[in-house]
Each structure stands twice: as structure tokens, then as C-alpha cells.
């Protein structure tokens, strides 16, 4: 089974790996992204940083100077959805095809949420239907992170 750990930034990501690993863990860099992975029996693993919010939303360049865009045509458009890190989108891509599980291991809070999510989206226009599950804790302490 191969389980994907996305972390909200390098440190966690490092921190969490170094835990469950049990100081194992293997640093990779690739195409611009570092990542670590370690293996745990059966179970191989990568832990992912991400880099804060990985995903912006604007309106489209046409609604974008509002002196000249009626309003009530603003409210009724869709705003696009933009890659921040085209690199770490690609290796989010690269990594989901061969992944069993994803595990948002990011900040157990609204932010982290949202910042999970949207890798996780990522993920799943790859790999629809993948299991997902959420990491909870509130601590980087050992205890914490292997409950």
C-alpha cells in the first residue's frame, strides 16, 4: 500500500516524516519539489510539503478592472481557479496514480483545511476516488503524531 502524507509546509513535512519514520526517511528532490519517503512494512509512504495555499481564485482577466464591469455581471461570474506552484501541482499529478491513500496532514484548522483541500483536488482529478483521510493534532510532538 503506498500512502501520500500532505503537510502545510517544508518543517511539518520534514518533522512529520522524521517521526514516523523513526528517522528513516529519505529526502527526494524532483523537478523542482523535495519531498520524503520511508517505508513502514508494507506501507510506503511520502510526505509532501505544500507551500501554504497552492491555489488562487480570480476573476477572469475580462471582470478584472472594476470601473468598467457592471457589477451585476460580477456577482453572477465564476471565479478561475489558478496553480501558484505549477511544479508542486505536477508532482501532486506525478505521485496520485500510484498512491492508495492520501492523508491531510495539514494544521488541524480552518486554513489547514483549505489548504488540504486544495492539493487534494489536485490529486483527485488524477486519481478520483482515492481514500481519503484527515490527520488530527495539535502538536509536532512523537505522541501526537503517531496517535
Same mark, same amino acid.
Given at each position: ?6 503537510? +502545510?509546509?517544508?518543517? %511539518?513535512?520534514?518533522?512529520?516524516? /522524521?517521526?514516523? /519514520? +523513526? ?10 519539489? /523535495?519531498?520524503?519517503?520511508?517505508? /513502514? *512494512? ?9 507551500? *501554504? ?42 505521485? %496520485? ?51
Amino acid at each position: 500500500m503506498r500512502r501520500l502524507l500532505l503537510a +502545510e509546509k517544508f518543517s %511539518a513535512a520534514l518533522r512529520l516524516a /522524521s517521526i514516523l /519514520s +523513526e528517522g528513516t526517511a529519505k529526502k527526494v528532490r524532483a523537478d523542482g519539489v /523535495s519531498y520524503f519517503t520511508f517505508s /513502514s *512494512g508494507a506501507l510506503d509512504v511520502v510526505v509532501l510539503p505544500l507551500a *501554504g495555499h497552492i491555489v488562487e481564485l480570480d476573476y477572469p482577466e475580462t471582470h478584472r478592472d472594476w470601473k468598467e464591469v457592471d457589477l451585476d455581471g460580477l456577482v453572477d461570474t465564476e471565479p478561475e481557479r489558478r496553480e501558484t506552484s505549477r511544479a508542486l501541482h505536477d508532482a501532486l499529478r506525478a505521485i %496520485a496514480p500510484t498512491v492508495d491513500e492520501v492523508v491531510l496532514a495539514t494544521d488541524y484548522d480552518r486554513e489547514g483545511e483549505l489548504i488540504g483541500v486544495e492539493a487534494l483536488e489536485t490529486v483527485t482529478s488524477v486519481r478520483p476516488g482515492v481514500r481519503v483521510q484527515r490527520a488530527r493534532f495539535s502538536a509536532m510532538t512523537p505522541w501526537e503524531i503517531r496517535r
